[in-house]
Every structure is written in C-alpha cells, then in structure tokens.
C-alpha cells in the first residue's frame, strides 16, 4: 500500500472552519442563528434578484456543506457507490490537484502519458514533481496510453504516483477493467494510482461492477462537468479508501464547491433520467459523426467519450486546419503536445452534425485520400 506524506500522517492539519452544516451534524440539531460568521447575510442582492430570481439568490448567502453531504448521498444512490469512500470537489482539475497535494512531495517523480489530458502535468510541475512522459502506442486503430511503458518507467524512476485517464483525452481509447486491475497489482507498492474518470459516463459498461471498485491505492476521479452538464459551476467527485480522503480533506480548500453548485448538482443528480438521455443522444451523435468522416476516408479513433479523435497524416496538416477552423468561428481541440500534434478532437454536439460546418476539414481528408 502506498504510503502518505509524512506531513499529513500525524493530527494535523485539520479543517479550522468545517461550517456549519457540519457542526449541525456533529452537535445533532439545527443552528437557527449566524451570529458569528462573514456570510453576507443581510446584502439585499436586488440586482442579482432582479437577474436571476430569488430561488438562487437564496444559495449565494451561505458557504456551501464543507462535506457536500447532500451531494454524495445522490451519488451513492444512483451508482451504488459507498458514502465513506466519496469526496466532492470543484471539479475534476480540482481533484487531480488535491490529490496530488495529498500523495506527492516536491521532487518525487511522477508519470503519465505524453500527451495526455494535460492539466495533470500543469499541476504535477506546479507541486514541484518530476514529470516524466511516456509515448502513446500507436497503431492502425489505436493510440494509446502504453500502460507497459508507463509501468517500467514507475519502476525505474521510483515513482510516487502513475496517473491515466481512461477514457483517455484526447485519443478515446478504453482501458479494460483487468488491464487497470493489473497496472494497479504490477506498480510499485509504494506507487499511487491516480485514474482520470471524467468521461466515464459514456462508457457503455458504466454501471458495471467495476465501476462502483474502491481498489486500493488508486484515486479515481469523476466529474459532473460531461454527461451532467455542470462545466461551469464546477464540480466532481473522488472514489477512494476512506483513509485516503481523509488525507485529502486536511489539504482541501474548505469551500470550494458553492452552496449554489451543490443545490444545482444535487437537482440534476434528482432528475437523472435527463442525463440517461443525454448521454444516449451524445453517443447517437458520436458514432454519426465518426460515420460521415470515415465515409470522407479519414481515420477515426474508436472512442468511448462525448467526442471523436481523428488522427492525420502529420501533425503540419493537422495545425493548419486546426487554425483554418478557428478563423472561420468553429473551435476544435488539437493536443498542445508534440507528440499528438496530427491528432484533432470534435464533439458530438448538435452542431457539429450541421451541412458544411466542418466543410474545410473534409476538403482537406477528401484531397488527402484521394492522394493515396
């Protein structure tokens, strides 16, 4: 089993100021009087009334449940997930980098793919940690994170903490249960797992046993930001052993997810199936789009996500038309990596199915094929 920093092992540090949802649950009763907190209680917010109406007016009072208690009991209704074994935060970002504030200390190594979704080695730098990258594996119909390469790197570097998002971002590609299984057995003991779920939503296993796991030296990470279409308020959730969020409740900004955040979370989390529909309707949409441009001749990664990779001949071709979009208004994604630099990524919204919305790119795939 992994083991924690140091710093975090012992009392401290804790909470100073847990809220007040939290001290009604400790105490047992209701707190009918704020009398000693900042809150603006008593700012009339005519403006944002006038803006937004009363009903949300009423969640920007407050500081939201330090313990996002509400949040996670819907949670662990819906996905048969453990209460104990939930933490909620702002957001799937937030969660990379509280949980690397809470395994890693400055200097140790940590490793991921080279090109991965690419906030993790922003946060890993800004913690102070080693990156070091390991290149997809690639093949026809594959990119990949190489979980081989990852594995002996953890080894050879002695690494505190692997990290993969599977469904991967930017490529789509899914890692089966048991390859997770084993990476996790054949790491380091004292190696962290730290597996990116944002997308797991639109896996078509998403329900499976698998995914209610709470495995033992792995941090999975989830978000409400995909299928829940809460990106901007900014929440997600972790799934690990209690006593590792507990290390990660000491390091955690007390407040980070809004009184407004979990009031909306907690509404779409009560009307779910309105996000079962979605994600339906999101994956109708992926296989159509992935249709029309392979039909063009392109090759189209498969994908377990809310959006196609399309891989290209070079990474020149693929930064060209990535700026020819842009200018005419229609923003994709292409990697920032070298490495991934031939790879674009669309989503499968409404739009992107739209007569002549992507008429530069499929110019380009049709010249390309008929090239070959």
């Known amino acids: 089993m992994p083991r924690f920093p140091d710093h975090l092992t012992g009392p401290g540090p804790s909470n100073p100021f847990p809220g007040i949802k939290v001290l009604e649950r400790r105490i047992g009763r209701e707190i009918p009087h704020r009398l000693g907190s900042n809150e603006g209680l008593d700012m009339p917010h005519r403006a944002l009334r006038e803006r ?137 003991e004292e190696c962290w797992l730290l597996v990116d779920e944002a997308y797991h939503d639109f896996r078509d296993d998403a329900d499976s046993t698998f995914s209610r796991e709470v495995l033992p030296g792995v941090i999975r990470l989830r978000t409400l930001s995909k299928a829940h279409g809460l990106a901007g308020l900014r929440i997600g959730y972790a799934i690990a052993e209690p006593e590792t969020l507990a290390m990660m409740m000491k390091v955690r900004i007390h407040y980070a997810v809004s009184t407004l955040t979990q009031a909306a979370a907690e509404t779409v989390l009560d009307h779910h199936s309105e996000v079962e529909a979605h994600v339906r309707e999101v994956k109708q949409r992926r296989e159509r789009l992935a249709a029309h441009f392979r039909d063009l001749g392109a090759e189209v990664l498969p994908s377990a996500t809310n959006f196609i990779a399309l891989r290209l001949p070079s ?23 070298p490495d991934l630099g031939h790879v674009l990524r669309i989503t499968a919204v409404e739009d992107a199915l739209a007569p002549g919305r992507f008429e530069i790119l499929e110019r380009a795939i049709m010249e390309n094929s008929a090239q070959r």
Do not use: K
Request: net charge negative; aromatic share 6%.
């Open 52 to 188: 937004f109406g009363d009903a949300m007016v009423e969640h920007v009072y407050c500081y939201g449940d330090s313990e996002a208690l509400g949040v996670r009991r819907r949670l662990a209704s819906l996905y048969g997930l453990p209460l104990e074994n939930t933490l909620v935060d702002a957001g799937a970002d937030s969660l990379i980098a509280l949980s690397l504030r809470s395994v890693a200390t400055p200097g140790c190594t940590v490793v991921s793919a080279s090109g991965t979704y690419p906030t993790f080695g922003y946060f890993a730098r800004g913690q102070g940690c080693h990156l070091v990258e390991r290149p997809y594996r690639e093949a026809p119909g594959l990119l990949s994170p190489d979980l081989n390469a990852l594995l002996a790197s953890a080894h050879e570097h002695g690494a505190r903490l692997v990290y993969i998002a599977n469904p991967d971002n930017p490529s789509g590609h899914l890692h089966s249960d048991e390859e997770i299984r084993q990476l996790r057995a054949e790491l380091p």
């Open 315 to 337: 990474a020149e071709l693929a930064g060209r038309l990535n700026q020819e979009l842009l200018e005419a208004g229609r923003l994709i994604a292409r990697p920032a990596h």
